[in-house]
């Protein structure tokens, strides 16, 4: 027996605990099964798939994280740009990149193909990690450092964007990433930039 | 409809509050201090829709980089302005009127201490002006998130939590209602559903409220310097589960509007009161992990953490929307078919009344909510998806999608009828009024495609200038991303001719309209809804029908077969465009 028919408005009279049709219960079994399929995927990627946001997280004062990021710039620097020191670290290494309104500090040079671990924290506010024209995104906090294992697969000239609103200038706040080939050469141009050629070609 | 819902016999009002006037389509009971509390909340919630659509079109006209309007100050206030007047005031205020409603019209009921009622209308009217003085004057430059340590004046965090505290007070009061029509047995049998669901709506807010207060008494009292710091990632963890949270107050809300418009629209009926109530259950009890997703690729918490909170609780309230996402347009073929409509698979659609606001306010808001609002919400969403998404503005295209052409265009469709049924007016600017839904859903697409796309390409939100004119450094976007900024500019000025329309004519019919003395039926009268004047009444022998509808041999396709179809196709969509991001976060950097 099914309820009395009536629309969403009317109050229901007597038992409305009734079994659904089957169209019904076949929808809610496909969403249900959708559900843990959406579930599954992110463990199984952690498994077998190379982009996680996992890292080591730690607790940092942000003013002993800054003193780190200079001490670390100067062991590595290998030139200048506009003010900012070029550092290339060997591969392998801790790599120090500290956001500060409205700067990211220091330019980064790294080679392709080589691991690194890149630590990432802030000085004052929170700021937005994304690299250009990759769109790789990541949260900025002070006081935490997020040290995550990246492996650049493309040589190329990135930019770093600030996408968490720091104040004011916030959208002058860019910095800068070179990734050079085997043969210590950044290959690009950002102009042929897309989504699926790495950033480089 | 089909029985009306008169109060149980024997039903007497209590001495002094007899002041009822009967509703002539519904015959429904109305208190009129209830009603008068409707529409004030009714009246400042359009008021908050104008302020906050003048902002959406001043920074649509900027994120257009041809356009550029606003210089860089004005853009991030009128970003916070554009938040807070939209997210907060015009939907709380909304939702408001929407529980004072549900717990009185809908169910004959009496307001429990009514003029408690005007004391909390009064705390949130004075926190919103408070903080509108204090963002407008730029002395809260700190968007509508209002992360620490970015620090704004203390009387906008004290604003909010005024706000706040009105806004707890009236659900406060909504349960009392809902007591008092219980006790005097104003109605029959269980509680309509979308009563129920505006219940389920009002616990989610009391959870939404008590993180509101967890994290805004903490930042005011750092404020004004009582406490010395507020950990960033905690405020971002708790903030979340209220802005997360306040989102699921407004998708609860919308559904239960979507079970109202249905039933007043097409005559749709409940195919199963168990299905869709355990779907409103899901979302209370798991909706407050949904702070997570914000959480992502944040520093302060483990993948664990992050997978567990996001997917395996989360999931389930993605499930109840994707039962929702079924029962509320098989509803509505089952209650067309019931009225005869029954060629085809489509039929049913072919035939309903498009050219009513109400009805097409229902189902574009279904529509665009679930294939669009949904289906990007939950993949980007997704513990790694979201490191290709996050802080892009393939965010806000998300968003837009739900609490804009979803919960916005809902409470629009609702408001077309409630003008009459409350207010008692016709409707003014009809044409305009019938247009109003398909100028505003095509508006916000267009904005919503552009965000999109954007994002996708790493355009970031919250963001002045992307050609970088300022920064140290080249930033050259593909050419494609100025196309798709264009599309913001371009869909925003349509959707705030949308909005602007719908907030034309809603305080036009409220101030000025033609008064209604009682409904004519069976004539089409402009300013009416056909829901009002053409009541979708079943026939005698309908429950007859509906058995034979749902007998045996007509398969698994049953009573509902082009719904079916429908989710059929939707779940199609949802399954490439998911996979589709699996595929394109391969192509990065190995990172781990």
Known sequence: MLTKVHTGLDPVPGVWWKPAHKA?????????????????????????????????????????????????????????????????????????????????????????????????????????????????????????????????????????????????????????????????????????????????? | MTSAALPAPGYSPPPGLAAYRTCPVTARKINLQAETLIKVNAVVSIVALLIGATAALLLALTRWQAVHLLPAVWYYRILGVHGMNMLIFFIIFFEMAVLWFASTVLLNARPAAPKYGWFNFALMLVGSLTVEAMQWSGRADVLYTSYPPLKAHPLFYLGIILFAVGALGVVGQFFATLTIAKREKTYEGSMPLVVYGAMAAAII??????????????????????????????????????????????????????????????????????????????????????????????????????????SYFMYMAVLASMVHGFTVPAGMELGMRLRGYTTGLFGWLRKAPWGDPGFSSLIFSVVVFGFFGGITGVTIGTEQINIIAHNTLRVPGHFHATVVSGTAMAFMGATYYLIPLIFRRKVAFWKLAKAQPYLFTFGMLTVEFGMTFAGSFGVPRRHWDISFSQAPFDVPFNPAVDLFLAMIGIGGILAVAGAYSFVLIAVKSVFFGERIAEFPKGVVVAGIPQGLTNPPVHPANADELNEQLHAPSRGFLGPTPGTLVLVGVFFVAFMLYYFTNWKLLSFLWKIG
């Open chain 1, 24 to 201: 019904e219960k076949l929808w809610v079994s496909i969403a249900f099964a959708w559900c843990i399929v959406l579930f599954a995927m992110m463990p199984l990627w952690h498994w077998k798939g190379g982009q996680n946001p996992s890292g080591v997280r730690t607790r940092v004062d942000p003013k002993a994280y800054y003193a780190r990021t200079v001490a670390f710039a100067k062991q590595y620097k290998v030139g200048d740009d506009r003010g900012l020191p070029i550092v290339q670290p060997p591969p392998g290494a801790d790599v120090y990149l500290v956001a500060l309104t409205f700067q990211w500090f220091p330019i980064l040079k790294l080679q392709q193909g080589k691991e690194y671990m890149l630590h990432l924290s802030s000085l004052d506010v929170n700021h937005g990690f994304s690299l250009f024209p990759l769109n790789v995104n990541f949260a900025v906090a002070p006081s935490f450092d997020y040290a995550l294992r990246v492996t650049p697969t493309a040589a190329g000239d990135f930019r770093i964007i600030c996408n968490e609103f720091c104040g004011i200038g916030h959208h002058t706040m860019v910095g800068r990433v070179i990734v050079v080939d085997s043969t210590g050469q950044a290959v690009a141009d950002n102009t042929a930039a897309s989504l699926g050629h790495g950033g480089a070609r």
């Open chain 2, 205 to 310: 807010a009391v959870i939404t409220l008590l993180h509101g207060a967890m994290v805004y008494i903490p930042t005011f009292l750092w404020s004004i310097g009582v406490i010395r710091e507020v950990n960033p990632q905690m405020y971002r963890l708790l903030w979340w589960a209220l802005g997360h949270s306040a989102q699921q107050i407004n998708v609860a809300a919308m559904v239960s509007i979507w079970y109202m418009l249905g039933g007043l629209t097409v005559g749709a009926v409940v195919l199963n009161e168990k299905v869709s109530r355990w779907a409103f259950v899901l979302y209370i009890l798991f909706i407050s992990m949904a702070s997570a997703h914000h959480l992502l690729v944040d520093p302060g918490f483990g993948s664990a953490w992050k997978i567990v909170n996001t």
